[in-house]
């Protein structure tokens, strides 16, 4: 049941957009709430990233319709089958939220197209299509609200399954007609449907695009109008940040700057474009616990809690927060492997969230044996891999003392000409030896 505003919101004028948001993002100029969410994001550092869709069923990951070439007719038949029969929000929130994680980011609609809550916009959804019947969104928003965390949503600009959305250079296989494309349509259906996220489930830290790579080959460029899209959003909820994992520098309206498999400033992973730059604003890099962002039952690469820890420390270290994805089971269980890896981050978030949490980033850049993070006049010096008691920081601040975090002991500085050297009590041990180092 939708409640009485967005019913008649839906109702008046099929969601054109006021003139108002018409290049109203051009010189986009956040409000203080906005601002303020910003920075209560940037303070999270940690969130935990959640695919799940009827891709989940075929256990092959979210791109399985595409991969595959399945047309929508047959792939569609999948959501009468869909019954996750575990699945339960307050044991997902607190297992996350045990983990030391700020806040969720969980796939509404991927590009499959299936909408994970009960929209009015279309049938292919969780509560109209599938014997579940169970409005997932709802229950995760009402049980985050309920525990502190935030909800981000995920929402897919590209749709391999509606004829409406015209085709780009993915969903070619699956089985539609580029004739019955009708953009002005879709348009609407994506605004209606984000009017919905952000009308019905209460306060809504954060829309995640994904998929404006689709048309980045277009001969004519693709308009996705976005700015009077981004205009509705902080319309309707001015603390909402937007984001867009179009790879490139951010475009005006955006309130974060999102990196796929990479930390801010690299391009191991290939997406980036050349052009991009790292801007000032908030930085969120996501990442994978195994391979695959949707569940694929044979993947069980996991990402050891060490080599997770370090991802988390290297974001922190560049000013980055760090997403972390999970896929859920079909039987809506998240696999056991990642909730023993949230178990474990969370015990080292226990003792190390302070030197995470409400950082920004050191003083050194990332390096070879590890990262720095800052907090006020507190330097956090995280060693993480480096076999020698001997470290020399090229510091230009003025150090009052050094000891090891949180224990506290001792650690000698001698100063050079361009920093100090620590000398550690001990070899540095441990996921991350930290050492905090008071500066002035
Ligand atoms: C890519 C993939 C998509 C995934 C996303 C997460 O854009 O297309 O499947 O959701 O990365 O960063």
């Known amino acids: 049941m939708k409640n009485l505003f967005t019913r008649l919101l839906l109702a008046s004028s099929l969601f054109a957009l006021p003139a108002s948001d018409a290049l109203a993002q051009q010189e986009y100029v956040p409000t203080p709430e906005n601002l303020q969410s910003r920075q209560e994001f940037s303070d999270m550092r940690f969130g935990i990233f959640l695919h799940w869709g009827l891709y989940s069923m075929f256990a092959q990951g979210e791109w399985y319709m595409q991969n595959a070439g399945i047309p929508y007719a047959e792939y569609s038949k999948a959501a009468s089958g869909f019954y996750p029969s575990r699945f339960n929000a307050h044991e997902w929130v607190s297992a996350i939220k045990a983990s030391g994680a700020g806040y969720i980011t969980i796939t509404t609609r991927h590009h499959e197209g299936f909408s994970m809550w009960d929209t009015e916009q279309s049938d292919y959804n969780i509560v109209d299509a599938t014997p579940f019947k169970r409005d997932i969104i709802r229950e995760l928003a009402d049980e985050c609200h309920r525990q502190g965390v935030r909800l981000h949503f995920y929402y897919s600009h590209l749709d391999w399954a509606r004829e409406d959305y015209p085709v780009g250079r993915t969903g070619t296989k699956c089985g539609k007609d580029p004739k019955r494309a009708d953009w002005p349509s879709y348009y609407r259906f994506m605004n209606a449907q984000l009017t919905e996220l952000l009308t019905n489930y209460g306060p809504v830290g954060a829309i995640w695009f994904d998929g404006w790579w689709d048309h980045d080959s277009d001969a004519t460029p693709f308009d996705w109008q976005l700015d009077e899209q981004y205009a509705l959003i902080h319309r309707l909820q001015p603390a909402c940040l937007v984001g867009n994992n179009h790879h490139m520098t951010p475009n005006p309206g955006e309130d974060i700057q999102i990196f796929e498999r990479d930390l801010p400033g690299e391009n191991k992973a290939g997406f980036v474009d050349e052009a991009a730059e790292v801007s000032r604003l908030p930085l969120e890099t996501c990442e994978t616990m195994n391979g695959m962002w949707g569940y694929k039952i044979v993947d069980q690469n ?131 030896y930290v050492v905090e180092v008071q500066t002035k």
């Open 302 to 432: 996991y990402k050891t809690t060490r080599q997770l820890v370090h991802y988390l420390v290297n974001t922190a270290g560049k000013g980055a927060n760090l997403l972390m994805n999970i896929g859920p089971q079909p039987n809506g269980c998240l696999p056991a492997t990642a909730v023993q890896r949230l178990k474990e981050m969370g015990e080292w978030m226990q003792t190390y969230g302070t030197t995470i949490r409400a950082t920004q980033a050191g003083d050194i850049p990332v390096q070879q044996w590890g990262a720095t993070t800052r907090r006020g006049d507190r330097l956090f010096v995280h060693i993480l891999d480096y076999n020698r008691r001997e470290l020399y920081l090229p510091l230009s601040c003025r150090v009052l003392k050094a000891t090891t975090f949180p224990e506290g002991k001792r650690v000698a500085v001698t100063k050079t000409s361009e920093g100090v050297v620590l000398t550690l009590p001990e070899l540095p041990q441990g996921i991350d």
